[in-house]
């Protein structure tokens, strides 16, 4: 697995890097560890499926390449939204996956937000959170009858959604002309990369082994066979030193191993070649994140008043949020995502903060970085299993904060206990896009197109 790339370059370049300059130690695998669970990648999910297997007695590998939360989890704007991308409804839902499915999965999502300040608040994490709600404005009257119509089914299902008026969602704002708005009372924010170490950390306390290196290889170990229901056993090939874990201080390459009744990749788009199977199953997008200048106080006070981050809903969202030390944070994704792109994002979406929001003063990117989403095409979640014992659940489509940290105690529960009549989608092989090279594409193309349709809404 080769998480490298072009990303390690902005990651210590990040507002959340600057803000949280304590990371989390692991020591680098030495020799053969065995486990009853291998997990590769230390994110949301990874950390969330760690921690809760490791609290129902598992012993549990937590394998990182780099350092916790290198991926999107470290670098995403912080948004907690207990929704799922794209606005899906249950009528949209239920043709995907059929109504059981459908029914534990919107009701998961909706869960998810308090899941996630509930988390924080019993592991004590300080990660900056605000339960504050989140703000998703309707620009036009089709997007306020989705708001309604989402209102209907969400408070159908428990989840006490609200549709704002055009003066509501004003005063929540501080800005712009939209029709209305969903408020959602359980989302918020935080900082994420504080929250994935503290994730991390609380792992470690309840027994989780988080070891450095380079997973390379994954093999069926028949040492390992019959170990577990449903698991053949597994043995990973795991590269230490030079070459390998870029973080160790030992310079000599070597290989490492861990031997797993079951293994879980939770590497999201970083998963590589690791596994064919899944790489060409997701679509993989690059996002674009920036933080403005610290704002003047007189602006603070008025924009964004009650810290409630907001993305419009837009074909290509509108997003902003506030952080701590007061500045506007927010991105999207690029047509053009070249190696390059970075700084033409930056003042692309400075110019987007300054044409939004009036009597801003001239937005300087003092930040800017960048990071890669996992997409799956429908914007729905995925638990892939690539053979017995041999899992990824995957694809949280630019919804990781909440969704992934559901998804992680979920699943631990179905390894603990193996009833997948609990499960939010349905468990299930790969399927990979046909000609998936051409899959690069497509993330510009819907996003030229989406652009194309709001600006043909807005004459």
Known sequence: MNNRHTMHETFSASLWSALTP?????????GTETCDVAVVGAGFLGLSLALHLAEQGARVVLLEADEVGFG???????????????????????????????QRLLRLVGEAGDGVFDLVKRLGIACDAEQNGFLAPAPSDATLRSVEKQVREGNAL????????????????GFGAYRGALLVPSGGQINPLAYVRGLARAAQAAGVTLRQGRVTQIEADRLQAGSAPGSGGWRLSVAVGEGGDRRSDDSSPRTAFVRAARVVLTTNALVGQLRGDVARSLFPFAGFQIASQVMPEAIRATLLP??????DMRNS??????????????????????????????????????????????????????????GTGDFLPRLWQSAPGLYAPIGCNGRGVALTTALGRVFAAYLNDGDARALPVPLQAPKPFP??????????????????RDARSAR
Do not use: C
């Open 22 to 30: 304590e990371t989390v130690p692991a020591q680098p695998l030495q």
């Open 72 to 102: 999107a989890s470290g670098r995403n704007t912080g948004f907690v939204v207990p929704r799922l991308k794209g606005s899906l409804g249950q009528e949209a839902v239920t043709r995907l996956i059929g109504a059981d499915y459908a």
């Open 158 to 173: 428990g989840q006490p959604l609200v549709a704002l008026d055009a003066a509501q969602t004003r005063a929540q704002l």
């Open 306 to 311: 009650q810290h409630q981050p907001m993305a």
């Open 317 to 374: 969202p509108f997003a902003l949020r506030w952080s701590r030390d007061g500045r506007l944070v927010g991105g999207g994704a690029s047509i053009f995502p070249t190696a390059g792109a970075l700084p033409r994002m930056a003042e692309y979406f400075a110019g987007k903060f300054n044409e939004a929001v009036p009597g801003l003063p001239a937005i300087r990117a003092e930040f800017q970085w960048r990071g890669v989403i996992a």
């Open 435 to 452: 000609m998936h090279a051409l899959t690069r594409f497509g993330p510009s193309l819907w996003l030229a197109q989406a652009r194309w």
